[in-house]
């Protein structure tokens, strides 16, 4: 194999690997399984998001992470919601900090009602200096013992999301509560990933002129 062959197949290789790394890594996927037992949330980081659960401005354990239904339901009630998941009081405030900036976010929200919500809950971003980029207002729609929203995000990075519950139109007025569950985000490329592709791209570019020369000669 020539010089020009095996400097080839190692830039190939070099950016098939920087390439799957850093699209493998991007996207991340919380189940609330992940600990395996439940936990409360409040200061808790689990793959790359810390979060915060205050009621009236103060640190609450109301709100766990690998929570479950009551044992008498059955799993899979809702579209978006299954068992295991993250459990808690809606008059509460949750909040999801990010380690690395995040260009898109998905979750499913549930809370107990039999009847439309409008909203159900509403969710606000801050950039990466912690400036609002405005609130969303989710509404969701009953099904089985939630009514449950999808929450959709794509755009500038984001560092934080901060959520908060409709806890007046609930069964249980005095202990409101709300489920979270299938929480997604894609966190934005590290520099140091972009230059090595970038890198890999001029290198071969490099190569393909050099082929090019050596067919003229």
Not at 34 to 41: A, D, I, N, Q, R
Not at 194 to 199: D, F, G, K, N, P
């Amino acid at each position: 194999m020539s010089t020009t062959n095996k400097l080839s197949l190692a830039v190939f290789s070099m950016a098939c690997i920087v390439f799957s790394t850093t699209n493998a890594d991007a996207v991340t996927k919380l189940t609330f399984d992940e600990l395996g037992f439940p936990t409360p949330v409040d200061n808790l980081t689990v793959k790359g998001v810390t979060f915060d659960f205050k009621i009236d401005g103060v640190d609450s354990n109301d709100a766990m992470y690998n929570a479950s239904f009551p044992p008498q339901l059955p799993p899979n009630l809702l579209a978006n919601i299954q068992q295991p998941l993250l459990e808690g009081n809606a008059k509460g405030i949750l909040s999801l900090d990010f380690a690395a900036p995040v260009a898109a976010l998905e979750f499913a929200v549930g809370v107990e009602a039999f009847r439309p919500l409008a909203p159900g809950f509403s969710v606000e971003l801050l950039d990466q200096a912690l400036n609002s980029l405005g609130i969303t207002a989710v509404n969701t729609a009953p099904l089985a013992i939630l009514s449950e929203g999808l929450f959709k995000y794509s755009g500038a990075p984001i560092k934080k999301a901060i959520l908060s519950f409709n806890s007046e139109l609930f069964l249980n007025p005095n202990n409101p509560r709300f489920s979270l569950d299938n929480l997604t985000y894609t966190a934005v490329p590290e520099p140091s990933s972009v230059i090595a592709l970038l890198a890999s791209s001029a290198i071969g570019a490099c190569l393909y002129r050099v082929r090019k020369q050596q067919k003229v000669v």
